[in-house]
């Protein structure tokens, strides 16, 4: 049998394969210096004069049947007179402090991202503190910074990535929802970090801001942003309105005699859910329960009226839509759904702000679906830089 062209297996530059030595538990390939070019310097490419001479191995993508690879090369230490320092060679396509080649880490860190970290581990046979190291290198070295020229919208929010009330701030482009900026903390230092790092100019281009009603971030972005608009975001507008259902609902079933409370009881996401979704089965018994309770009824309708505010595409007849919302939740006698509109009335023009902006909660909620993911599967972040890395990556991937 002849092979041929047995270069293209390990094309590194600079070198070439002498010898593939296959054994029971894997292949070694061994290579040396191409002698048309030997050793080079790694920063400037210049020949480098054998000062001291050794031999290194790195691991390597593994054989289609799953065995291990390990290429080795010889290292040559010397003195390199244009970089006027001492360096040592290494193939540009082998990390110079990681036993593995960049295509290995970069396999490893495409399957981190499909896969948990300990299932990666296992079958690279490497451990997870190893697979953690590579995908952090990979995605450094593959993820670009953001660039803050051009921002005109931003989307702020607080998200839970621990149990034991750990959050981080995250802030997202409200166009592209690339992930922008990632701290520990809901406070509006937070933000402020952010804001610093923008120019005057950049800061002045950012025209509208969507955040959460309840979050400590609206006085930084008054401050620090004197062109935008804060518009609260939709996904926490209907939050805020599902969360004042629920409080009907539980109040209701304390004051519910046996028989109506079992008719209410564990029905919450029956009634906070998308009609729309509902099976028959769910849309009867969704009806028996409007039926029997006429508080729980009244805080339905409220909550698909205001589900029918987002359909408005002037900012006039969103105005108008709201305000007759506010009143029907006034009168409905509901004190959540007072306290809302009461809010609401207030703060009209930030309610009605999705309109103008065409700030939609599309991203942020698919932001946080992400996020959720990404937790679920390394089972809780210990490491918020692996974190951000991780959610930039996607953000911009996306
Ligand atoms: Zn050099």
Redesign the pocket.
Known sequence: MKVRNIKALVPFKGYVVTEIRFEEIGAQINLDFDKRSGPR??????K?PRNKVGRRAVMDCPMPHGSIVYLTFPTVQGF????D?Y?TTCPREVHPDCQATWRLMRLVSSWAALATNSEVATMFEISDATVRRYDKIVLEADTPPPCLDGLTKLLIDEKSVRKGHCYVTIILDGETGELLHMREGRKKECVESFFERLTEEQRAGITAVGIDRSGAYQAAVEAWLPNADIVYDRFHLVMNVNQAVDEVRRSQCRRAGTEERQLIKGQRYLILGNHENLDADGRGKLDLLLEANEAISTAYILKEQFRALFNYRRQGWARRALANWCELAHASGLAPFQRLARSFTRHCERVCGFVKHGLTSGLIEGFNNLVSRMIHKACGYRDLDYLELKLRHHSVMR
């Open positions: 310097c790694p920063h400037c490419e210049e480098l390199c007179r244009s970089c320092r360096a």
